[in-house]
């Protein structure tokens, strides 16, 4: 399970030093792939054959489903370390999340998240948690 926020940052070729603790739970070879709300998300291999099989059992004829495949499946890129530690980025995957200097990297269940600085901190202030604790309660779910 992934937990915790690091900062780190990215530099101009798009390498991307990612945290000793999320190294080792990530393993030799990951996913990286677009995230919603302008982020990016980081699967271990196991998860993001999960996410993968879930996907592909949803209706093709449905129009949200192959949306949400195009969005996580269609722009996903197989990842590995260097020996610092580094991963690189794909421009299209650092445009999404307009990476460009500092960055964020958020360990939430599952997953990592990969924010820009400034698109996190805007985000985060927008984040009202007595609200989201009524609507979790509201679906049956408590903390």
């Known amino acids: 399970m992934f937990i915790g926020e690091y900062n780190h940052t ?6 991307l030093i990612v945290p000793s603790k999320y190294r080792e739970e990530l393993g030799e070879h990951f996913y990286l792939t677009k995230g919603l709300d302008g982020c990016l ?11 993968q099989k879930k996907i592909m059992e949803l ?5 949200a489903s192959r949306e949400i495949a195009r969005v996580l499946l269609g ?10 530690g580094r991963i690189l980025v794909s421009a299209p995957l650092r445009d999404h999340a307009e990476l460009v200097k500092d960055v964020v ?3 939430v269940g599952n997953r990592i998240e990969i924010w820009s600085k400034e698109k996190y901190d805007s985000s985060e202030g ?6 989201i604790a009524m609507k979790l309660e509201e679906l049956g779910l408590s903390l």
């Not at 998300?41 to 996410?51: M, P, R």
């Not at 209706?59 to 129009?63: F, P």
């Not at 927008?126 to 609200?131: E, K, R």
């Open 105 to 107: 990297l958020m360990g």
């Open 10 to 15: 990215i530099d101009a070729k798009g390498r």
């Open 126 to 131: 927008n984040i009202d948690v007595d609200d």
């Open 75 to 84: 722009s996903a890129q197989e990842c590995e370390f260097d020996k610092q």
């Open 59 to 63: 209706s093709v004829l449905n129009k």
């Open 41 to 51: 998300f980081a699967y271990d291999k196991e998860a993001f054959e999960l996410l």
